[in-house]
């Protein structure tokens, strides 16, 4: 599955077949935010953000529907938050070892309900995209991640066969992986502009000297925006969207002078390993610039002192996707407007 991910879904090629539907969910947004501004109200980021990026991010996945009449797009986003939530409840109750089991029967219904409704709204949607594929024909064009796959899944001579439920379950971790997470570093990008009005301003100066004020910025224009790729790659430097994840140690190994043994998980801290004074220079400080400079002393160690995204084999395959929605959200809320928070502290400690 991650070798079909990488190649064949979440690539470079694909994103590109994509750019139409991020393109539409930000404009949407534009709007939204346009209209929020013209009747002086306060718009709250944390859903807007949320919903073009798991807009954006649904539609590519599994089709154009999910903003229409019957919103799929939603009833994803409500089912991924109640997973995340379940999942939260029992994390807590294990750590409390013998509770665990209390949890458990706590939350049976939930723990039953959750997959079942996943399953069937999947089963919906493949088929409707199964049906489409039929009238359709060999030639029809694919619109979105599922037809891809869907071609793998029906190809008795692919490479790599899968079978449904696997097919269900991999959209899943699209969707669980990819969704607010994406949203998440947005969020974290526009807090750190807002808060570092410097910063804010060196980059709407970019960007109107590279782009102008005519225009979009277009996806195509990100290699010529250095400091907005720096301060992308700051913010999630200081906020890493997925700070914990784990490995389990297939064999007894030593790891910095501990014996490991085999079987045991291994948390990795990305939060703490990008936030290590003896790696970084002021580590807590948004500073953009430090990845504009070309010395790197980790490179130079072989360190992988940079993880927002993990790494080695089991690194996140959605990189391409989310910084394609990240690109074309941010590019535009920094270019069309002046934010400031309103009731909160300013940057300086002022009224927002
Ligand atoms: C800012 C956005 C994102 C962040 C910070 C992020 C971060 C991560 C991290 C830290 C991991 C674990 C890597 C490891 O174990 O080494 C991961 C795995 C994964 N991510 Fe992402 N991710 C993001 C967006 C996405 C998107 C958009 C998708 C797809 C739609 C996605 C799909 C996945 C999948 C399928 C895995 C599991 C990979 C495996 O087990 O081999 N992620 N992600």
Request: aromatic fraction near 8%; charge should be negative.
């Amino acid at each position: 599955m991650k070798k079909i991910c990488t190649t064949e879904l979440l690539g470079t090629r694909q994103m590109k077949k994509l750019k139409n539907v991020r393109r539409e969910e930000v404009v949407r947004f534009l709007s939204k935010m346009l209209e929020i501004g013209q009747k002086n109200e306060v718009a709250d980021l944390s859903v807007e953000v949320l919903t073009v990026a798991n807009n954006g991010t649904c539609r590519m996945i599994m089709s154009a529907r999910c903003s229409g009449e019957d919103n799929q797009a939603e009833k994803c986003r409500a089912l991924v938050s109640e997973s995340f939530d379940l999942a939260a409840k029992l994390a807590l109750f294990n750590v409390f070892g013998p509770l665990k089991r209390i949890g458990i029967w706590y939350l049976r219904k939930k723990i039953d309900d959750v997959p079942k409704r996943y399953d069937e709204l999947f089963e919906k949607v493949l088929v409707e995209h199964e049906e489409k594929a039929k009238r359709e024909g060999p030639t029809m064009e694919k619109k979105d991640l599922m037809d891809i796959l869907l071609e793998v899944y029906h190809d008795e001579n692919a490479e790599i066969r899968i079978t449904r439920k696997q097919m269900k379950n991999f959209f899943l971790d699209l969707f669980i992986g990819g969704t607010s997470t994406t949203a998440d570093a947005i969020l974290w990008i526009l807090a750190e502009l807002v808060n570092n009005p410097a910063a804010y301003k060196k980059l709407r100066e970019e960007i109107d000297s590279v782009v102008g004020t005519e225009r979009l910025v277009d996806e195509a224009d990100i290699p010529n925006l250095p400091y907005f790729q720096a301060c992308v790659k700051e913010a999630m430097r200081l906020n890493p969207p997925a700070p914990l994840f784990d490995r389990k140690c297939r064999e007894n190994c030593k790891l910095a002078g501990y014996d490991i043994p085999k079987g045991t998980t291994m948390i990795m801290n990305t939060y703490a390993i990008m936030r290590d004074p003896e790696i970084w220079d002021s580590p807590n400080d948004f500073i953009p610039e430090r990845f504009l400079t070309e010395q790197d002393s980790a490179k130079e160690q072989n360190l992988q002192v940079y993880v927002p995204f993990g790494g080695g084999r089991r690194m996140c395959p959605g990189i391409n996707m989310t910084s394609s929605v990240i690109n074309c959200s941010v590019t535009a809320m920094v270019q069309c407007f002046d934010w400031k928070v309103v009731g909160g502290d300013g940057p300086d400690g002022s009224e927002g």
